[in-house]
C-alpha cells in the first residue's frame, strides 16, 4: 500500500494530549491512498509500569487540547492526582502549550469518536 508513519512514538505514562501521527504516502506513483472511517490503522498497547510514578511534563503536554479541555484535565489531576504531579509546572506548562488549530475536516473540528 506504501502508507507509513513516520513517528512510532512512545506515549509516557501521566501524558495528557492529544496523539498526532504523522503518515506519508511511499507508493512509487503517489497514487492517493484512501483510509476509511472503521479501517484499522493504527495499533496502540497499554502496558504496566512497575516503579515509582513518574509522570510525563514536557512540552507536549496539553498539545491540540482547547482552554475548557486543558481546565478540565488540571482539575482531574488536582483532585486525584496531586502527590504524583509538580501542579504549578502542569500550570506553567498548559500556559505554554503547543497551541495551533485542531485539525478541521470540511471547516468542522475533527472530534475524536468514543
Given at each position: 500500500m506504501g502508507l507509513s508513519f513516520l513517528?512510532?512514538?512512545?506515549?509516557?505514562?501521566?501524558?495528557?494530549?492529544?496523539?498526532?501521527?504523522?503518515?506519508?504516502n511511499l507508493s512509487n506513483d503517489r497514487s492517493p491512498i484512501?483510509?476509511?472511517?472503521?479501517d484499522p490503522l493504527i495499533h496502540?498497547?497499554?502496558?504496566s509500569r512497575i516503579g515509582d510514578p513518574s509522570p510525563y511534563s514536557g512540552e507536549y503536554m496539553f498539545q491540540y487540547l482547547s482552554e475548557s479541555e486543558v481546565n478540565l484535565?488540571?482539575?482531574i489531576i488536582k483532585n486525584n492526582f496531586n502527590s504524583e504531579f509538580n501542579?504549578?509546572?502542569?500550570?506553567?506548562?498548559?500556559?505554554?502549550?503547543?497551541?495551533?488549530k485542531?485539525?478541521?475536516?470540511?471547516?468542522?473540528?475533527v472530534t475524536p469518536e468514543v
Open positions: 513517528n512510532a512514538a512512545k506515549v509516557h505514562s501521566g501524558y495528557v494530549g492529544r496523539l498526532a501521527l504523522e503518515l506519508v484512501l483510509v476509511k472511517k472503521n496502540i498497547e497499554f502496558i484535565y488540571l482539575s501542579i504549578q509546572k502542569l500550570e506553567e506548562i498548559a500556559n505554554n502549550r503547543f497551541q495551533t485542531s485539525p478541521t475536516l470540511k471547516g468542522k473540528p
